[in-house]
């Protein structure tokens, strides 16, 4: 099965994955709800979470997750309800929809911010085969 396919079908969807975030040479990481879409993982945070501080300082990261590791950067894309977000949110919304209606965001507050991480390279392993992916 191509790669890209495998990344869709096993993180196109709410998946927790592990985040990795470093701040002064000390590394952090935390499980976190994504999807998957067109090589970048997307999460829904506020921006004033430890995560996001550190992103601030160094935005080199990496995730992993179902037999796949990766690194990139990420990027804070803004309030959720902004104009440009809201295809992928809408997604996320759907995708997080029991999370969400259970009262864990409030799409109003303008710090709940969209975090994008670009994927730079990873290793998905499937169905015994290992696979190096450049994004």
Sequence with gaps: ME???IMNERFG???LISLATSENNVPYVRAVNSVYQDGCFYMITHDQSSKMK???HNPQVAICGEWF???GFAENLGHVLKEENLP???KL???FENWIQEGHIDETDKKIVLLCVHLKTGVLYD???RYELHF
Excluded: A, L
């Design 3 to 5: 790669p890209q396919k």
């Design 13 to 15: 969807h709410d998946r």
């Design 54 to 56: 550190q992103i601030e």
């Design 69 to 71: 590791n990766g690194h």
């Design 88 to 90: 992928i949110y809408k």
């Design 93 to 95: 919304k759907t995708s």
């Design 127 to 129: 169905d015994g085969i």
